[in-house]
Every structure is written in C-alpha cells, then in structure tokens.
C-alpha cells in the first residue's frame, strides 16, 4: 500500500509539472524559445491567489480565475515588451532576455511582498480521503490535482485540434511566414499561446503551493526547471508529450526519494532524463525532423 | 610556434589578439598600482581574484559557445569539480610544499585535470546531442554534480584517503581530517588565490584558446559551428573536435573554479548552481559569441556593477535585470547595430 501511496503522490506532483510543462512546451513550439520566465510565472500567479484569498476573502476557486486572467495579462506584456522586439534575434539573445525577465520577475516579487516565507492556504483544505480500511489516504489537493490536470489535458488537446485559434497555432508553429500568407495573424497567435501558457502557469503555482505550503519568490524557480527537463523528457514542443513527461518525472522523483535517497532524488530525476534522451535524442513523442542538405 | 602562427593571421584577427593581451595587461597594471597606492577600496580589492575566475570562465564558455557553436548551461559544474578537487589539493599538500604559489599552482593543475576529466566524462552522452537537447542536458549534469558533491565526503588520515557518500562513514583514524563535508563543503581554505595568480591564469587561457582557435583543429570548430553538415562531407571527425573544445573548456573552467575557491575560506557545492552557469553565459553573450575581449570585459563590469549599485540596497537585483533586458533589446536592435558598426574602427579593414 505504501507504493500505492507513493505513485499516487508521484502523479500528483507530476500533474503539476505537467501543467508546467504545457506552458513551456507550447511557447517553444511556436516561437522556439526556452521561456525561463515561465517558472516565475507561477510564483507570481501563487502570490495573487495568496493575497486574493487571505486579504481580500475571495472564494479560492475565484482567486484562482482572478490569478489566471492576471497572469495572462501578464505573459502577454511580457512577450509584447522583451520577447516581440527579438523575433529575428539569435536564439541566445532570447534565452538571455528570457532570463532576465525571470530575474526581474523574482525581484520584483522581492520588493512587493518581501522575501519571508508566506503560508499558503491550501485551495480545498488540508482533508483526506481514506480506502482500503485507511492504508491509503488520498488528500483532498492530491486527488484535485490529478482530476485538474487531466481537465486541461483533454481541453487543451481539443482546443488545438479543433478551434479555429489552434489551428492557427500549430500553424505558426509549423511555418510563420506560410502561416501569416495563409492570412493568419502570426503575432495575435504567438500573444494567445504566450497567455494561455501564463494562465496554466497561474493553475499550476495555486495547486503547487496548496501542496506545498511555502511561498517565497524564489519558489517558481526549481519547478520551472524541473518541469522543463518535463517537457524535454516528452519531447519539446509536443503536448501530449509533456503531460507524459510530467507525469513520469513526478513519479521518478517520489520514488528516488522514497527508494533511493531524499538528498539524491534531484540526479536520479536528470540521470533519467539523460539515459532516455540518448536512447530517442528527440524525447519521448518528440519528432526526429530529417535534415536535407 | 605562436609566433609563426599569427604572423600567418590575417591582420585584423592578429591586431585584435594582440589588442586583447594589452587591454588585459594594461588593466592589471592599473589595478595592481591603484591598488598599492590605496586608491582601491577594500570591497574592489576583494573582487579582483572572483573577476580574474569570472573572466576565465567567461573565455572558457566563449570556446564551447561562440566558438563551437554549442550551447551549453552546467559550466558552473566544471567550476565546482575544479574548486573541490583543487582546494582538496591544496589543504593535502599544506605539509608538503609551504611556498603557497606553488601550492596553488598545483591546486590548479590538478583541479584542470580532474575537471578535464569530468568533462570528457559527460562529453561523450552530450556531444551526441543537438542544439536545445544538448543544451539540457549540460543543465542536467551540472544539477548532478552538484547534487553529488553536496553529497560526498572526503576524509585523509595515516591510512591515506577515505570518501563515502551521502553521510559520513569515513571512520577516520584518530588525528584524520575530514576535508570534504558534504553539503557543509570544506571549511578552513587557506585563502592563497592571488590577484597575480589569476593575471597568469587569465594570460595562459588565452594563449590557449587563441592558439586553439588559430589552429587547425579552430577552424574545424567554427567550421561545424557554421555549418555541420558541410564540415561532416568534407571528412572532418565532428565527435573529436566537439570533445576537443569541450574538454579543453572543462579544463579551463576547472582551474578558474580552484582560483575562486581559495579566494574564501568556506567553498560549498550549492554556490555553483544554475544561477552561475547563466551568469558567466550572460557575460558571453553580452560580450559577444567568440570574442573573448568582450567576454572578459563583461564578466568584469556585470561582477562590479551588482556591487557598485548596492547603494540602492533591494533595488539592485532589479536594476541588473532590467540592464540585462535593456542591453539584449539594445544590441539586437538593426538601427543601434549599425550605428555601433560605424564606430567600430576595424570594420573597414576587415571589408577591405
């Protein structure tokens, strides 16, 4: 029962990783950017749902709605303000400006809300669920954030199969400059990805930080990266592929802590993620694309 | 040898080598004089061996980045596998050789090779890779290492050498000494690392990397930085010449990672996270890929200008992003770069 315990809580931090990881892997697959911002987008969504619940008494639920439209403001002026002005950049310049943005974001959060650690409270409550005559307890956020992450996996699938937006995107992801002769408005699309990304980003920080209670600005930090190395395990760019590397990743890593050693679980968590990048050098549902000379 | 070889350069190239070595030497005369007149305040005399390690640092990214062509996001792990195993060198040879220049000097061979060995280590799984793949999976290995050598115990006593992971089961005899103490890292660093010592070191990185450039094997690097698949039909041994560059980096980065490291008295592994790979990448960049001139100039002025804003106390993090958004923006931006290229004095020469 104890591994039981183990894989449900491995797939509920995976859920978060992978919702993560959506935002990550969208962006990259449509404007070939690794976003290190992204990461401090959830901080900063956790801290408006924080001050939405704890000062202004809203219902968490529409504190998260709130943070979502706020944090997809945000990713819009984010990309309009640093990225836009770089489209034609190399992609260093980019990864660079990117990081800076994520260091503006942190800092930012420094001087608004200080760096004392702010408790977090949990979205639906600290309650459990029990089965199995109480050998396994299910809480509350854990089973929310599995039935979340699903939730936005089917949308998000269909929404880009079969909206007109979503099209667009794969569109623009594929080939820009047929996408905008095809009438298509390349930067009204890139905008779109970059604030639906934000907005699950704002999900992700209230469902990370209802699990784990502590809320600083460094703390979108590590995730971001973790669910990065996600979405590369599932192969960048893809969408199913970073739910599944969400996922796998959140289990590795419960599993090394469990199994292995707490201190070690980190390089376990990339150890994996190298051993399965030589085997499929694209990840695992990511596209080998064959150069032609 | 050297000579022959930039005797052969174009003019440009070796005019700008030769700029290089002087900026390098004249900016340390100037500091060592203002630094014996008392014209250096204590704070900037403490930053100069931390910018020497930047700046060789900074030059050993710039052959792996702008000369290769490969991005890569763990040099901080190379620093760190230098700084241990140097300052380990260092505390083991304390009773053996009491000149500290030599001391250190062997600190940094020593810290070269492992790092170089580390280097060739992780090389083989990563130069396999590509692009944003490659890029990953340095940032992988750089959170291993660090994660390992927060992990990792090193102990010496009359027996000899004992190490252990995760906790401490050295058992060391009665009057052994436990160097490395997993994430408090090694304490009582005989702090040894001077600013002449990092003038050599950054002197000697460059000689290197200059000569590696000019050299054959540097043309075969910038050829597959240009273009991969052209260098690959003409017959050159891509895998070779990637872990050529890719080693001599590590090695570089290794002995600038035993320079920092003997700058302070306590060294841990959490000091050489992500956060260091990206700043000494940020230097590469805003030096410019492949020049190592500005290189060196950034990892100077971004390592002196958090300390000189500290007068705006919580503000200055702040400020350094925004200068690192605003310089990105700045140097992409078509109409500046034509204005900065026309105040560039070598550029008809290089036309011509």
Not at chain 1, 38 to 58: K, Q, T
Request: with cysteine.
């Amino acid at each position: 029962m104890t591994f039981l315990n183990f894989f449900i809580s491995g797939i509920s931090l995976g859920s978060i990783y992978a919702i993560i990881a959506l935002g990550y892997t969208m962006v990259y697959g449509i404007s070939k950017m690794l976003n290190f911002a992204h990461g401090d987008v959830i901080m900063v969504g956790a801290y408006i749902c924080f001050y939405a619940v704890v000062r202004y008494g809203l219902n968490p639920f529409l504190a998260v709605a709130v943070a979502m439209v706020l944090c997809s403001v945000l990713g819009i002026i984010v990309e309009g303000l640093a990225y836009k002005p770089l489209r034609q950049a190399p992609s260093l310049a980019v990864l660079i400006t990117a990081i800076g943005m994520s260091y503006f974001l942190q800092n930012t959060a420094l001087l608004l809300w200080s760096s004392n650690p702010k408790v977090f409270p949990s979205v639906v409550g600290r309650g459990a669920f029990h089965m199995f005559n109480g050998n396994l307890s299910v809480s509350h956020i854990t089973a929310l954030t599995i039935i979340v992450c699903l939730v936005i996996m089917v949308a998000l699938s269909l929404f880009v199969s079969k909206t007109k937006m979503g099209k667009a995107m794969r569109a623009c992801s594929e080939d820009k400059g047929a996408a905008q002769l095809m009438g298509i408005n390349v930067n009204a699309t890139i905008s779109m990805t970059f604030a639906i990304g934000s907005g699950l980003a704002a999900i992700a920080g209230a469902l990370l930080c209802s699990a784990y209670p502590t809320l600083m600005p460094t703390t979108g930090s590590l995730p971001g990266i973790k669910a990065f190395t996600a979405a590369v395990f599932g192969g960048i760019g893809s969408i199913p592929g970073a739910f599944l590397g969400g996922l796998m990743l959140g289990v590795i890593e419960i599993f090394a802590k469990a199994y292995i050693s707490s201190q070690l679980s980190d390089a376990v968590v990339f150890g994996v993620l190298i051993v399965v990048l030589l085997v499929k050098p694209a990840g695992l549902l990511g596209k080998m694309t064959q150069e032609k000379v | 040898m050297t000579m022959r070889r930039l005797i052969n350069l174009k003019r440009a190239e070796a005019r700008r080598i030769y700029l290089t070595y002087a900026i390098v030497i004249a900016a340390y005369i100037i500091c060592q004089v203002m630094s014996s007149t008392k014209f250096l305040s204590s704070s900037m005399r403490g930053m100069l061996v931390p910018i020497c390690a930047y700046m060789v640092m900074a030059v050993s990214l710039n052959l792996v980045v702008g000369i290769l062509g490969e991005l890569s996001l763990g040099h901080a792990g190379f620093m760190s596998v230098g700084a241990f195993s140097g300052v380990a060198t260092a505390i083991l040879l304390q009773g053996f050789i009491p000149f500290a220049p030599v001391r250190l000097a062997i600190a940094m061979i020593v810290a070269a090779v492992f790092a170089a060995f580390a280097g060739f280590v992780i090389g083989i799984p990563v130069l396999r890779l590509k692009g944003d793949y490659l890029a990953i999976v340095t940032l992988a290995f750089g959170e291993i290492i660090k994660s390992i050598l927060n992990n990792f115990y090193l102990g010496v006593d009359s027996q000899g050498l004992h190490f252990s992971m995760l906790s401490d089961t050295t058992r060391l005899l009665p009057g052994g000494k436990l160097i490395i103490r997993g994430p408090m890292g090694i304490s009582g660093i005989q702090k040894i690392a001077t600013f002449p010592a990092g003038f050599i070191l950054l002197m000697i990185a460059l000689m290197i990397v200059f000569n590696l450039v000019n050299s054959r094997s540097g043309r075969a690097f910038m050829a597959i930085r240009d273009d991969r698949i052209a260098a690959e039909s003409i017959g050159l041994d891509i895998t070779k010449y990637k872990m050529m560059a890719f080693v001599m980096s590590a090695a570089l980065a290794g002995s600038a990672g035993a320079l920092f490291a003997m700058n302070y008295s306590t060294i841990v592994a959490n000091k050489f996270d992500f956060n260091t790979s990206i700043l000494i990448l940020v230097f590469v960049v805003l030096g410019g890929q492949g020049n190592m001139l500005g290189g060196i100039i950034a990892a100077a002025v971004l390592t002196i200008l958090p300390e000189k804003l500290r007068s705006f106390s919580e503000y200055r993090m702040l400020l350094y992003a925004i200068v690192l958004i605003v310089m990105m923006l700045a140097t992409n931006n078509a109409e500046i770069k034509e204005f900065l290229s026309r105040l560039n004095p070598f550029r008809h020469k290089e036309e011509a």
